[in-house]
């Protein structure tokens, strides 16, 4: 089992350009979640999604899109970067949204220039 | 919304030393408290995690204590090694829905 895998792991853009993280899980977990990490921040969500075909929106959604393609696939896609943006960016899974272990990607790092 | 406090952010011991790292939180119906770990280059991996009907868990070197009355859990590891150097995030979340969210880190270096 490779886990949760995230491509790409670096990425640097220019202000306004788009790009989308995807991110894949191979465990059949049912939700999964896409956060950015800044430093002394922690981790904060940006959007989860509880089951295929549901999709919300977490703690700081702004300047973020997100699609659950299917059960295993979670992508998020920034339709116009700015500089706020750069960051480093983790997709997790977990089997369900109860009280379950949210496993993660290995990151994606992203600067916005 | 929740809100997760941790102390201390930098935290560094002596190889063999014991270091204790503190969280509070704001949510009184939050249930569910997680402890990752965090080497550098990589994601967060679970190393503990304690539910509120419990108020205290230990696995080997590893300890959490929970008081759910002062709304505060704690992370303990013992007899601490150089491969223990990470950063260290507590995290805490309600039953329903399951919405993480973390505290702010623990950068701990272990001397050797």
């Known amino acids: 089992n490779a886990g949760v895998t995230q491509t790409p792991k670096f990425q640097v853009l220019k202000t306004g350009q788009s790009m989308t993280l995807q991110c894949a899980q191979d465990m059949n977990h049912n939700s999964m979640y896409w956060y950015r990490q800044d430093p002394g921040m922690g981790l904060r969500l940006i959007y989860y999604s509880a089951s295929e075909g549901t999709t919300d929106k977490g703690e700081v959604p702004n300047g973020y899109n997100v699609s659950r393609l299917n059960k295993r696939e979670f992508s998020l896609r920034l339709e116009s970067a700015a500089p706020s943006q750069t960051s480093v960016y983790f997709c997790?899974?977990?089997?369900?949204?109860?009280?379950?272990?949210?496993?993660f990607g290995p990151g994606t790092r992203l600067t916005v220039l | 919304g929740e809100n997760v406090e941790q102390h201390p952010s930098t935290l560094s011991v002596q190889e063999g030393d014991s270091a204790v790292i503190k969280c509070t939180y704001s949510d009184s119906a939050s249930n569910y408290f997680p402890w990752y770990k965090q080497e550098l280059g990589k994601g967060p991996q679970l190393i503990i995690d304690i539910r509120s009907n419990v108020g205290e868990k230990k696995d080997q070197r590893i300890a959490v204590t929970l008081n759910k009355t002062a709304k505060h859990f704690s992370l303990h590891i013992t007899e601490t090694q150089p491969e223990d150097s990470a950063v260290y995030f507590c995290?805490?979340?309600?039953?329903?829905?399951?919405?993480?969210?973390f505290g702010g880190g623990t950068r701990v270096l272990v001397k050797p």
């Open positions: 995290a805490a979340s309600q039953a329903a829905g399951n919405k993480l969210t």
């Open positions: 997790a899974s977990s089997l369900d949204q109860g009280r379950s272990t949210q496993y």
